[in-house]
């Protein structure tokens, strides 16, 4: 059995949401930590997974669900919707599903909107994949 950890599984949305390809048909910037005026644009951050046991065995995480919060940035708010849209698609394939979306605000320092959607998923340790929880 496996332990998929929260540093596995931000090491595996950063894989996957690098090979998005958004304005000109480039890939988008993935990043770890909010945005500043000297970022590139557009770009995704990837908010810190957050991890919850749901089944052990012997202290042995069998079961996990992960949230993970997902930040689009851009200069339009029609392509931060985009941005969304191209992820969930990405996502999907790992069986990820979007739970959640925040409303599109203009950050006033970087005078970008920024679009933060929430997806979820469950790890199975003894078949060490991820799975649909709905």
Not at 63 to 68: A, E, M, N, P, S
Not at 101 to 121: A, F, G, H, M, Q
């Amino acid at each position: 059995m496996n332990d998929f950890t929260t540093k596995d599984m931000s090491d595996l949305l950063y894989d996957i949401l690098s090979k998005i390809k958004d304005n000109e048909n480039e890939n988008t910037t993935v990043v770890l930590q909010t945005p500043t005026t000297e970022s590139s644009f557009p770009c995704r951050v990837i908010d810190s997974p957050i991890e919850s046991v749901i089944k052990t065995e012997n202290a042995i995480p069998v079961r996990k669900t992960f949230q993970i919060s997902i930040e689009h940035w851009d200069t339009e708010q029609r392509e931060v919707m985009e941005m969304a849209n191209k992820t969930d698609l990405a996502l999907r394939e790992k069986n990820l599903i979007r739970i959640n979306t925040n409303p599109i605000l203009l950050d006033e320092i970087t005078k970008k909107y920024n679009l933060i959607s929430t997806y979820e998923v469950r790890y199975n340790a003894i078949t060490n994949s991820l799975e649909f929880i709905r």
